[in-house]
């Protein structure tokens, strides 16, 4: 099984500023499995960015992604309020998905 | 619109089994795989395997194999997570998602709780 691990744990930032969150991967994955997801309290993921660096419907253009190998990255350009929740990185590979532990973006 | 159904809250006793339902709409069910994740209180997302709905292939992370089954009934467009033996540590929301083109989960549920409580 990949372990994901996602840094930092909180990213305390305002309104306005960059975020940038990492995901390392214990072994080398495919890109094109890769992907990052928001969860806000009480609600389900939400899909962001899949194939490591490709938006899903609907996400901003203030969420980008990149990487490849084995490091991944989740940058979102000026956090807006909405912005503040948690984040997961995910990949596919072994015939399973797995995720990260998460990232917290606090005000 | 692709929308993921799932059943209500459940209490169970330890050493119980489980089974959550996930109904889905919008879409065709056997062509895409149904994935199937747990959140504990407070805690990040744990995978725990997917099926294919048009054959009833599974797979699943070692850590349930034994413990989970998936299955599904096409003509109702529907699939189950039994779990069985649950423990304290098994309280959690347990969501069912739609599988993407490449190995995501753009459509998920709205999740299901289960309270594992003597």
């Known amino acids: 099984e990949i372990v994901l691990t996602q840094s930092p744990g909180t990213l305390s930032l305002s309104p306005g500023e960059r975020a940038t969150l990492s995901c390392r991967a214990s072994?080398?994955?495919?890109?094109?499995?890769f992907a990052w997801y928001q969860q806000k309290p009480g609600q389900a993921p939400r899909l962001l960015i899949y194939?490591?660096?490709s938006r899903a419907t609907g996400v901003p253009d203030r969420f980008s992604g990149s990487g490849s190998g084995t490091d991944f990255t989740l940058t979102i350009s000026s956090l807006e309020p909405e912005d503040f929740a948690v984040y997961y990185c995910q990949q596919y590979g072994y015939s399973v998905l797995t995720f990260g532990g998460g990232t917290k973006v606090e005000i | 619109q692709v929308q993921l159904l799932q059943s209500g809250a459940e209490v169970k006793r330890p050493g119980a089994s489980v089974k959550v339902s996930c109904k889905a709409s919008g879409y065709t069910f056997n062509d895409y795989y149904i994935h199937w994740v747990r959140q504990a209180p407070g805690q990040g997302l744990e995978y725990m395997g997917w099926i294919n709905p048009n054959s009833g292939y599974t797979e699943f992370v070692q850590k349930f194999q034994g413990r989970v089954t998936l299955t599904r009934d096409t003509s109702i467009s529907t699939a189950y997570m039994e779990l069985t033996g649950v423990r304290s540590d098994d309280t959690a929301v347990y969501y069912c998602a739609r599988h993407g083109y490449t190995w995501n989960l753009p459509f998920w549920g709205q999740g299901s709780l289960v309270t594992v409580s003597s």
């Open positions: 194939g490591a660096s």
């Open positions: 072994q080398s994955v495919t890109s094109s499995f």
